[in-house]
């Protein structure tokens, strides 16, 4: 299991990846395990500003839909459109192509809230 050193994560099973106040967000290759195949990545959230924990979206697998909460709060800017026609790209590539949203973080102190890979991958069992 990949759980990149370089990135920030969420018990929810988040990754984010933070430069200058823009994050990128998607599932970790443990959630994407998990869920098994994904069949559709809706996120209708798009130019909203959300609170940290709010849900700003959902991943559809084939046995499951599950709700995607924000990490930090912000404004979503940009969503991975690539996703509508192919959103096996999480399954495949969960740190790469398979990024989901772009937040303008609104508040940098919850970075510090924030998991770094070493407490994640006690969350996983790693």
């Known amino acids: 299991m990949n759980i990149p050193s370089n990135l920030k994560y969420t018990k929810d099973h988040e990754w984010i990846s933070i430069d200058g106040d823009i994050a990128t967000v998607g599932i970790t290759d443990f959630a994407q395990g998990e869920l098994g195949d994904i069949v559709y990545v809706e996120v209708e959230t798009l130019d909203e500003i959300l609170d940290k924990d709010e849900v700003f979206g959902t991943v559809e697998a ?50 510090n809230e924030l998991l770094d890979h070493e407490a994640y991958k006690k969350i996983v069992g790693l």
């Open 62 to 111: 084939v046995k499951t839909v599950s709700d995607l909460f924000l990490p930090l709060s912000g404004e979503i800017i940009e969503f991975n459109d690539s996703l509508e026609i192919e959103p096996e790209k999480v399954n495949s590539d969960a740190f790469g192509e398979g990024w989901m949203i772009k937040i303008k973080i609104s508040n940098p102190d919850e970075i």
